[in-house]
């Protein structure tokens, strides 16, 4: 089945610093999804981004579908973007996601 | 307020006890899923549901059994709970091709 990978695992940041978080997979997909799960377990939706480039406040995302790659940059952080953030894939007739292991992101006032 | 809403939040239970977790969502999707994050916080999906018909049941122990009365409630029913059940459960839905998936705010089950 598909690989989804994710790096780094993780990551100490200042507040007000920049990130980019990296999410690799092996092979095409149909739909790719960047998750922030956050201290208190929530999972919330950040990007539905199977290719192309969306942006939302200080988060972006872009999808190089060709080259099996999707970036997310968090821009200014802030000590409320911690959490985990994680990718995730469908691919071919599979109906399901296929989640990264995620990047633990802690962001020190 | 539109959602995917889970019940209960939190679940203790010991071991050998049949408990259920329930799902509901009003976003109108076709397609619901069980996932289940264990302590290393990876998230892998159990079962998916699709107009009330079961279409992907994982390797997962025949103690799990989904129902689905309606297309809008996934619940889950767990036989002779063990400890390695302890885990993280989301349930989780979709319009089907596309659009992405939206969780539910989860369910920790811990077995003592």
């Known amino acids: 089945g598909i690989q989804v990978e994710q790096s780094p695992p993780d990551l100490i940041l200042q507040e007000g610093a920049n990130s980019t978080l990296r999410c690799n997979f092996s092979d095409s997909v149909n739909n790719l999804q960047w998750f922030h799960q956050n201290p208190w377990g929530q999972l919330i939706n950040l990007f539905y981004?199977?290719?192309g480039t969306k942006q939302n406040g200080r988060l972006s995302a872009t999808t190089v579908a060709t080259e099996r790659y999707s970036l997310l940059y968090i821009s200014s952080s802030q000590t409320t973007d911690s959490g985990v953030y994680f990718c995730a894939v469908i691919s071919g007739s599979q109906g399901n996601l296929i989640f990264g292991k995620g990047t633990k992101l802690s962001v020190k006032p | 307020d539109t959602a995917v809403s889970q019940t209960p939040k939190y679940l203790v239970t010991q071991m050998g006890n049949d408990k259920s977790i329930k799902c509901e969502q009003n976003?109108?999707?076709?397609?619901m899923y069980w996932y289940k994050q264990d302590s290393k916080k990876f998230l892998k999906i159990m079962f998916s549901y699709n107009n009330k018909e079961l279409i992907i049941n994982e390797t997962v122990p025949n103690r799990f059994s989904p129902k689905s009365p309606d297309k809008a409630h996934l619940n889950l029913h767990i036989n002779s709970l063990e400890l390695g059940d302890s885990a993280v459960y989301f349930c989780?839905?979709?319009?089907?091709?596309?659009?992405?998936?939206?969780f539910g705010p989860g369910t920790r089950l811990t077995v003592l």
């Open positions: 989780a839905s979709s319009p089907g091709t596309s659009g992405g998936e939206f």
């Open positions: 976003l109108g999707h076709d397609t």
């Open positions: 981004i199977p290719s």
